[in-house]
């Protein structure tokens, strides 16, 4: 996956999965001073984090010209919280674990991607977008990280081949022409496009391995279409 995509897809991570709000009390243990609304497994997620990403969804139909569906935002919403919620816990199972330097890294590339001045710049937006605080923000890229070193774990199960290589080397030079733009030196770009063409393979991988999970997990919603925030 190139820089930029990449950088986009944290983007819209952040921006459909954002708002992690939690009430704890002392000693009585939880207090419900925001509905739970969803429960996976043995993580819950309150109306107000729910109402994020659900408005957040109805937000990119609009800009798609998609007429409102609450019943599919619905779906969609409860998807998002239950693949994360699923997918992280594998990821902790499995012992990926990701450090705050790596955090900074995939910042600056977002940083680079976007054209922005510094990294507070590219916060500032994100919180904007209504993705949350730099702690919302830190957590949901320790995920998306997490996920890229799961398709990473498949690589001994999968062969990428130079020939491969090369061939979407070809393909990414035809399209740069097109575009009239110069695409750097094979020894270059060689890495990441074993990288690009790795997860492509350990996608259909990690999807098979989410759905097993899925099968297996409790899921509870406490919520209606007619009760979403869009």
Same mark, same amino acid.
């Given at each position: 996956?190139?820089?930029?995509?990449?950088?986009?897809?944290?983007?819209?991570a952040i921006v459909a999965i954002a708002g992690i709000l939690w009430y704890w009390s002392d000693q009585e243990g939880l207090v419900i001073k925001d509905d739970i609304v969803l429960r996976v497994n043995s993580t819950s997620f309150s109306r107000s984090e729910f109402a994020n990403v659900t408005r957040n969804?109805?937000?990119?139909?609009?800009?798609?010209?998609?007429?409102?569906? =609450?019943?599919?935002?619905? =779906?969609?919403? &409860?998807?998002?919280?239950?693949?994360?919620?699923?997918?992280?816990?594998?990821?902790?199972?499995?012992?990926?674990?990701?450090?705050q330097t790596e955090i900074d890294d995939s910042l600056e590339e977002m940083t680079l991607a976007y054209g922005m001045s510094n990294k507070e710049e590219l916060l500032s937006f994100l919180?904007?977008?209504?993705?949350?605080? &730099?702690?919302?923000?830190?957590?949901?890229?320790?995920?998306?990280?997490?996920?890229n070193k799961l398709i990473s774990s498949y690589g001994d199960e999968i062969d990428v081949t130079e020939k491969?290589? =090369?061939g979407l080397y070809d393909e990414y030079v035809e399209y740069m022409q097109n575009a009239d733009q110069e695409m750097p030196a094979y020894e270059e770009v060689q890495v990441e496009l074993h990288n690009k063409l790795l997860q492509n393979k350990a996608m259909p991988l990690l999807l098979a =391995?989410?759905?097993?999970?899925?099968?297996?997990? &409790?899921?509870? &919603?406490?919520i209606s279409a007619e009760e979403i925030e869009v």
């Open positions: 996956m190139d820089k930029f995509s990449k950088s986009l897809l944290i983007v819209i969804i109805a937000q990119g139909f609009e800009m798609q010209g998609i007429d409102i569906d =609450k019943e599919g935002i619905l =779906k969609q919403a &409860v998807e998002s919280f239950v693949h994360q919620t699923l997918l992280e816990a594998y990821a902790d199972e499995k012992g990926m674990t990701v450090t919180k904007e977008q209504g993705a949350g605080d &730099v702690e919302d923000i830190n957590k949901l890229l320790a995920l998306e990280l997490k996920i491969e290589i =090369k =391995k989410l759905e097993e999970l899925e099968k297996d997990a &409790v899921i509870e &919603v406490f």
